[in-house]
């Protein structure tokens, strides 16, 4: 008697993204809004909170302990020093591609045209204010280690993670034992991932569903042009950008690397968050697209707080949508000040909370449109951000690939398995 193949967990995954989607519709539908809004607050809300919490629960301790093992793993300082500068070039040069591709595609659909009747439901944006850039570079080194542990600040942990790698490597065999537990520990919270990967289906049911109920479908509707404008520029960036940057740069077959590495992009589209997909990025990389261990400990967390090519797509678009609403024609000169300025903002705001509207609102005021703009595509934005996610990790692991390639060090069997 043949036994029953189990479902696989990715399939678990699209399956609840799928109900997810068809349960938040139906109940826009036939549900009034204030019982979705219960159902929302007694079931789903803690059972999509629940799955976040689990991972973020892990985010900060393995990014700590992956990047450590990477780092002294690598042996070889220069190495480590040729890999960060190629990576943060190969971050830099996409997103510059991203927030250009995105104005020339705007200005080609034109969105906000005749869309002047849409100033009338403008209203008074306040944002956080972005800090200093420069301020940025140098808050990326920790004066307490714990402190920066505790409050989940990224950046910090990366340098402070980077420093302690590099102080093992070269301290040499006296080390070898402290690097072992951080090994083993290490190897712990990939189980735990595992463990809490098995809620996956239902979390991702839970936040779709709940995006959807909340949101209603015919939020798209008023601004559905500028929508399917930021969405064709995602979809240009995640297939084409990256896959002639894997082809080119990376000398591997990008099919390959989208049919093992969609799941991942499934979760960062439930999620929302980078942060929240380290862990199974970083997992897929190594055991499916044979990325080396020392250089994915380094991309991945590092990409996910400083890599944010999607939340540049969207500033692209956005800035040009506001000037074409309220009639206010750019110059060259503005347009490459708006490249450069969400470039350098996209990598300089990373630890900021509501990261893409405060580094719009700086885009916005370099350039001389109004804030009060951003008022103007804030409904669409939690649909769209699903989206920018999901485009921002691709970006992370296509890098890593890449890097792999570039030191010989891809396992181009396990890749074209």
Do not use: H
């Not at 549900?31 to 892990?58: C, T």
């Not at 399917?228 to 690397?257: D, S």
Request: glycine share 8%; net charge positive; proline share 4%.
């Amino acid at each position: 008697m043949k036994q029953k193949k189990k479902m696989s967990l990715t399939i678990k995954v699209l399956l609840g993204l799928f109900l997810g989607v068809g349960f938040g519709i139906l109940s826009n539908i036939v549900l009034e809004p204030q019982l979705n809004k219960e159902i929302v607050r007694w079931v789903l809300d803690p059972l999509g909170n629940v799955f976040l919490r689990g991972i973020k629960m892990i985010v900060v301790p393995l990014v700590l302990c992956s990047l450590i093992c990477g780092t002294a793993s690598v042996g070889d300082i220069k190495k480590l020093g040729r890999v960060g500068i190629k990576t943060l070039l190969y971050y830099t040069f996409t997103t510059a591609i991203a927030i250009t591709i995105a104005m020339v595609v705007t200005k080609v659909i034109s969105p906000g045209v005749g869309g002047q009747s849409l100033i009338a439901g403008a209203t008074e944006f306040k944002s956080s204010k972005a800090p200093f850039i420069m301020d940025v570079f140098v808050n990326m080194v920790p004066t307490n280690p714990i402190e920066s542990l505790v409050k989940g600040e990224m950046l910090q942990i990366i340098v402070f993670a980077i420093i302690f790698g590099i102080s093992i490597t070269l301290i040499g065999k006296k080390a070898k034992p402290l690097l072992d537990v951080v090994e083993q520990i290490n190897e712990v919270l990939l189980k735990i991932i595992g463990i809490v990967m098995l809620f996956a289906p239902v979390g991702v049911f839970a936040l779709i569903s709940k995006v959807i109920m909340l949101q209603g479908v015919d939020v798209l509707t008023k601004l559905i042009k500028y929508a399917l404008t930021i969405i064709l520029v995602l979809a240009i960036q995640a297939v084409v950008v990256y896959g002639l940057a894997l082809k080119f740069l990376g000398k591997v077959n990008p099919v390959k690397f989208y049919k093992k590495f969609w799941p991942v992009m499934v979760l960062g589209f439930s999620t929302s968050s980078s942060n929240a997909s380290i862990p199974m990025n970083m997992e897929t990389c190594e055991k499916k697209l044979g990325t080396s261990q020392s250089i994915t400990s380094f991309t991945i967390p590092l990409g996910a707080t400083m890599n944010m090519d999607g939340t540049a797509i969207m500033q692209g678009v956005a800035t040009i949508f506001i000037s074409q609403v309220y009639g206010i024609p750019l110059t060259f000169t503005q347009l490459l000040m708006v490249v450069l300025t969400a470039t350098l903002a996209s990598v300089g705001t990373a630890g900021v909370p509501g990261v893409g509207l405060i580094t719009l609102s700086m885009v916005l005021q370099q350039v001389g449109l109004p804030v009060e703009g951003i008022s103007l595509v804030l409904g669409v934005d939690r649909i769209l951000d699903m989206i920018r996610t999901a485009v921002n990790i691709t970006g992370d692991a296509s890098a890593t690939v890449i890097m792999s390639k570039s030191e010989n060090e891809l396992d181009l069997d396990v890749y074209n398995s």
